[in-house]
């Protein structure tokens, strides 16, 4: 009796699981015709799903079974047994990865004001950047469309009062006319970025206390002056020093001043003079000065790491030393 009951209950169990293989799986037959286009993840979404695809211009077949699901750096997929009737040469079955499409969800609302007047629109995902890092995208997306007058609203709050606030402080309209028309390749390096990364002895300088963003100009990075000799240096303030009456700032580290003034290629490290490839500039009323050349003037090394998928703006300066 106790032998019949084991015998039982390994017979359900080996039931059991065939059923959950087989019996709750899909056997599915379409027939293609020339052109035809057909989605394979209507009728394949579970290991064990089998679909045969009839091609009516030769009658030839093509199976599909599903062997595995899984997910890769490329998304969600399913794995599946591929066989072709008639098989002339008795190929094997060959196995092939078939990855689901990717369905955008809403991330977010912004508003924002044009010449047509106000808009509020969804933010939706995209595959490959998180949610934080496309809302990031997306705002700068339109902090550099010259059509936009300004960004108003984020989910629904005044943009000051969100962790994005430094988007709201926009550039002259003149100004941005003017960087539009240097779009080459979709891309202007003069517009201010938030995907650029500043480590300073691999501590990262948030800029954006500062209310303005680093830009390139002339191959060059140029970030707001205190953020980087107070955040990123930890300079206190009277050793960097600026003189409203001619518009310069002086940097004192040790042994070594550097001075700077606002529209003139000419700086001053201990005295001696050195021509800057692009000179200090006033934006946002916040002074931008040529981070490499300030950098290296105190002692420190620079390094320029490109984003890895090569996106315009995007990429991290290390600096390091004393």
Not at 103 to 120: E, L, R, S
Not at 202 to 223: L, S, T
Not at 226 to 241: D, H, K, M, T
Not at 301 to 310: L, N, R, T, Y
């Amino acid at each position: 009796m106790f032998k019949k009951l084991v015998y039982f209950v390994v017979t359900a169990v080996l039931v059991f699981s065939l059923l959950q293989i087989s019996a709750f799986a899909k056997d599915s037959t379409i027939t293609v015709n020339p052109g035809q286009i057909f989605n394979i993840f209507d009728y394949l979404k579970d290991v064990g799903d089998k679909l045969t695809v009839i091609y009516s211009g030769d009658n030839s077949k093509v199976i599909y079974k599903v062997l595995a699901k899984g997910t890769d750096e490329k998304g969600d997929y399913i794995l599946c047994e591929t066989t072709g009737e008639p098989n002339w040469n008795n190929d094997p079955p060959s196995q092939q990865k078939f990855y689901l499409p990717y369905v955008p969800h809403k991330i977010g609302t912004v508003t924002y004001t044009t010449k047509d007047g106000q808009v509020t629109e969804d933010m939706l995902s995209v595959k490959y950047a998180t949610d934080d890092v496309q809302v990031l995208g997306y705002l700068e997306g339109l902090y550099t469309d010259v059509n936009v007058i300004s960004i108003d609203k984020v989910n629904g709050i005044p943009i000051r009062q969100t962790q994005y606030w430094y988007f709201a402080n926009f550039l002259p309209q003149s100004e941005r006319e003017y960087l539009a028309s240097r779009f080459i390749d979709g891309t202007a390096f003069e517009w201010p970025s938030i995907f650029y990364t500043i480590n300073v002895n691999g501590k990262q300088i948030h800029y954006e206390q500062y209310g303005a963003m680093p830009y390139v100009k002339n191959g060059r990075m140029m970030i707001p002056y205190r953020a980087l000799f107070e955040l990123g240096f930890g300079l206190p303030e009277n050793q960097v020093i600026w003189n409203g009456d001619d518009y310069s700032v002086t940097v004192i580290k040790g042994n070594t001043t550097i001075k700077l003034k606002i529209g003139d290629k000419t700086a001053y490290i201990n005295g001696k003079p050195y021509i800057l490839d692009t000179a200090p500039e006033l934006k946002l009323d916040r002074t931008f000065v040529p981070l490499r050349f300030v950098s290296e003037g105190l002692g420190y090394k620079v390094e320029w790491i490109p984003d890895s998928g090569q996106r315009a703006g995007w990429g991290t300066v290390n600096i390091t030393g004393d």
